[in-house]
């Protein structure tokens, strides 16, 4: 991609502004000019700052008390999950949005929720499960006052959902590319060839950029107001998870147990 960038358009172009709230890494530009064949062009690289207050709009809550998926059958995580976002769900009886890497894990978690008699209460949406574009499932989801959407693939971006459309945004997994993935495996085979590391040089910076924009469903406007939690604990345990906190805005970050953040959930919104 980087060749066909720089020959089909950086090198025929007298000038080209490209501009993105996900095109950073760690406050980086490195990753973003490397994979768009820039670096020997030199761009001008410029972050401007964000018109939302996301200290006073947003807050990021990590559930210490769920499993952790490497050491877990996905069928049970997928019952963890549901029961999470059933919690939360019952707490705010408002609007949420459930980012998922994959559809098998998207499936199980509704089948499980659909068990439940207790969620019942709310309108449960999920893509895959029900029928439609992604357009008409969001439509679907914008009509009632109740209501949990379940998504994946092009969930991540380009939905637009503000004010009270949507209040909760949940991230099940950090959002790294599956491993058998042909376009990623050969990828990482070329990296390893030149004596890189695909790890650090390609499913992390991608990881983060697709995380960036799931947190980015949540404030649309200077009015909203909400909160990301992260399923995932390798957020604050794995050694790489410094990195997607430090790709977010500055905000308000609490890790306890769900019981916990749903005490504080309550307070904040």
Same mark, same amino acid.
């Given at each position: 991609?980087?060749?066909?960038?720089? +020959?089909?358009?950086?090198?025929?172009?007298?000038?080209?502004?490209?501009?993105?709230?996900?095109?950073?890494?760690? *406050?980086?530009?490195? #990753?973003?000019?490397?994979?768009?064949?820039?670096?020997?062009?030199?761009?001008?690289?410029?972050?401007? /700052?964000?018109?939302?207050? #996301?200290?006073?709009?947003?807050?990021?809550? =990590?559930?210490?008390?769920?499993?952790? =998926?490497?050491?877990?059958?996905?069928?049970?995580?997928?019952? !963890?999950?549901?029961?999470?976002?059933?919690? @939360?769900?019952?707490?705010?009886?408002?609007?949420?949005?459930?980012?998922?890497? %994959? #559809?098998?894990?998207?499936?199980?978690?509704? !089948?499980?929720?659909?068990? +439940?008699?207790?969620? +019942?209460?709310?309108?449960?949406?999920?893509?895959?499960?029900?029928?439609?574009?992604?357009?008409?499932?969001?439509?679907?989801?914008?009509?009632?006052?109740?209501? =949990?959407?379940?998504?994946?693939?092009?969930?991540?971006? *380009?939905?637009?959902?503000?004010?009270?459309?949507?209040? @909760?945004?949940? @991230?099940?997994?950090?959002?790294?590319? /599956?491993?058998?993935? /042909?376009?990623?495996?050969?990828?990482?085979?070329?990296?390893?060839?030149? &004596?890189?590391?695909?790890?650090?040089?390609?499913?992390? /910076?991608?990881?983060?950029?697709?995380?960036?924009?799931?947190?980015?469903?949540?404030?649309?406007? +200077?009015?909203?107001? &909400?909160?990301?939690?992260?399923?995932?604990?390798?957020?604050?345990?794995? %050694?790489? *998870?410094?990195?997607?906190?430090? %790709?977010?805005? %500055?905000? &308000? =970050?609490?890790?306890?147990?769900?019981?916990?953040?749903?005490?504080?959930?309550?307070?904040?919104?």
């Amino acid at each position: 991609m980087d060749e066909f960038f720089a +020959e089909r358009l950086f090198m025929v172009k007298k000038s080209v502004v490209l501009t993105s709230a996900t095109l950073t890494v760690d *406050g980086s530009f490195a #990753y973003m000019v490397s994979r768009l064949g820039l670096s020997d062009f030199y761009p001008l690289c410029r972050a401007i /700052p964000s018109p939302f207050s #996301y200290k006073e709009q947003a807050v990021l809550m =990590i559930p210490t008390d769920l499993p952790a =998926i490497s050491s877990t059958a996905l069928e049970k995580y997928a019952e !963890a999950v549901a029961d999470g976002v059933g919690r @939360i769900a019952r707490k705010i009886k408002g609007k949420m949005l459930v980012l998922f890497n %994959s #559809y098998e894990l998207l499936k199980l978690t509704a !089948a499980a929720m659909k068990m +439940e008699e207790r969620n +019942e209460d709310f309108v449960l949406i999920a893509q895959g499960v029900q029928s439609g574009s992604a357009a008409k499932l969001t439509r679907t989801f914008q009509q009632f006052d109740h209501a =949990i959407l379940f998504g994946t693939s092009n969930f991540w971006e *380009g939905v637009d959902l503000p004010g009270d459309e949507l209040t @909760i945004v949940v @991230i099940v997994r950090l959002p790294f590319a /599956p491993p058998d993935d /042909p376009v990623m495996e050969a990828k990482s085979e070329h990296i390893r060839a030149v &004596g890189g590391d695909p790890f650090y040089e390609l499913s992390l /910076p991608e990881a983060i950029l697709r995380f960036k924009q799931g947190f980015g469903r949540l404030i649309r406007t +200077e009015k909203d107001k &909400g909160a990301v939690f992260v399923f995932d604990r390798r957020l604050t345990t794995a %050694s790489y *998870g410094k990195y997607f906190l430090n %790709s977010l805005p %500055s905000l &308000g =970050i609490c890790e306890d147990s769900l019981d916990r953040l749903l005490q504080k959930l309550e307070t904040w919104l």
